[in-house]
């Protein structure tokens, strides 16, 4: 907001303030078109960590499934092999 009232200032500019350059005028085009460049790339910058964040759950969600399926297979191994050691000590 500040820099597009800087942008539309239509105060005169002595010489005496700019000394021998005329760049005040410039700069002021640039001041009126920074504010849509920077919402611009702020959009860029957001869709950009909307694309990383879900690539970043992704990654989670695959590490939890195979977490859960490691669980899984741990604990089907135990009850075999409990279920391995009673039939043991019922044979003898």
């Known amino acids: 907001m500040l820099l597009a009232i800087l942008g539309s200032d239509s105060t005169t500019i002595d010489r005496w303030a700019t000394g021998p350059n005329d760049y005040w005028a410039t700069i002021q085009i640039g ?16 869709e950009r960590y909307t694309r990383d964040d879900e690539a970043i759950n992704d990654h989670f969600h695959l590490l939890i499934d195979l977490l859960q399926g ?3 297979l741990c604990k089907r191994f135990e009850e075999a092999l409990q279920n391995k050691q009673k ?6």
């Open 87 to 92: 039939a043991i000590q019922k044979s003898k």
């Open 70 to 72: 490691y669980k899984d």
């Open 31 to 46: 001041l009126t078109d920074l504010p849509s460049e920077m919402n611009a790339i702020s959009e860029r910058i957001n």
